[in-house]
T-cell receptor, first 119, second 109 residues
Framework: GAVVSQHPSWVICKSGTSVKIECRSL??????MFWYRQFPKQSLMLMAT?????????EQGVEKDKFLINHASLTLSTLTVTSAHPEDSSFYIC???????????????FGPGTRLTVL | GENVEQHPSTLSVQEGDSAVIKCTYS??????FPWYKQELGKGPQLIID?????GEKKDQRIAVTLNKTAKHFSLHITETQPEDSAVYFC????????FGSGTQLTVLP
């Protein structure tokens, strides 16, 4: 149980184009999903918190107009990188919090990640 | 906000030996402490977690200890195997996770 999928697993795009990444919780419902960014040999950096049916909350320094997040259902959140540039190349990882998980605590399950390369 | 420090950044052990990774956190309100294993090119995988009302938790070869007074927690892996080689991240949570900087564990055959 507790499987999170991401699609695509990798994508290469030209500078100036937009890329959409999907994150799905396959066997549980998640009112909250999180989007992280990870550069090589570094830790995960939280970009935004996505709540089903409401606007995402972005971390300081993350451009909300560049990284559009939509959480349309309890099992799907999408991240769209708009007008991508080479500096947006990174490993993007989503996670989902199990709605039925313990109230005390914050169990998050991570997707396999999406490698974005912008040429 | 919360700050999590993790040591060591790299750790090499012989197969069969034990490995210990330590983390400290700054916010005493943190109440959940998971550990993740990340293999190259993959997402983090939850391997064990502990909540602030528990001092120790064990799952086969993996154990985690928590000292709330000192605000530190540790991951212990016994009888290490080459497939344990990966990057390990600790995290502390008060609703959202703050990650440590990671430890590259290499188990030498």
């Amino acid at each position: 149980g507790a499987v999170v999928s991401q699609h695509p697993s990798w994508v290469i795009c030209k500078s100036g184009t937009s890329v959409k990444i999907e994150c799905r919780s396959l066997d549980f419902q998640a009112t909250t999903m999180f989007w992280y960014r990870q550069f090589p040999k570094q830790s995960l950096m939280l970009m935004a918190t996505s709540n089903e049916g409401s606007k995402a909350t972005y971390e300081q320094g993350v451009e909300k107009d560049k990284f559009l997040i939509n959480h349309a259902s309890l099992t799907l959140s999408t991240l769209t990188v708009t007008s991508a540039h080479p500096e947006d190349s990174s490993f993007y990882i989503c996670s989902a919090r199990d709605l039925a998980g313990p109230v005390f605590g914050d169990t998050q399950y991570f997707g396999p990640g999406t490698r974005l390369t912008v040429l | 906000g919360e700050n999590v420090e993790q040591h060591p950044s790299t750790l090499s052990v012989q197969e069969g030996d034990s490995a210990v990774i330590k983390c400290t956190y700054s916010d005493s309100a943190s109440n959940y402490f998971p550990w993740y294993k990340q293999e190259l090119g993959k997402g983090p995988q939850l391997i064990i977690d502990i909540r602030s009302n528990v001092g120790e938790k064990k799952d086969q070869r993996i154990a985690v200890t928590l000292n709330k007074t000192a605000k530190h927690f540790s991951l212990h892996i016994t009888e290490t195997q080459p497939e344990d080689s990966a990057v390990y991240f600790c995290a502390a949570s008060i609703g959202q996770l703050t990650f440590g900087s990671g430890t590259q564990l290499t188990v030498l055959p």
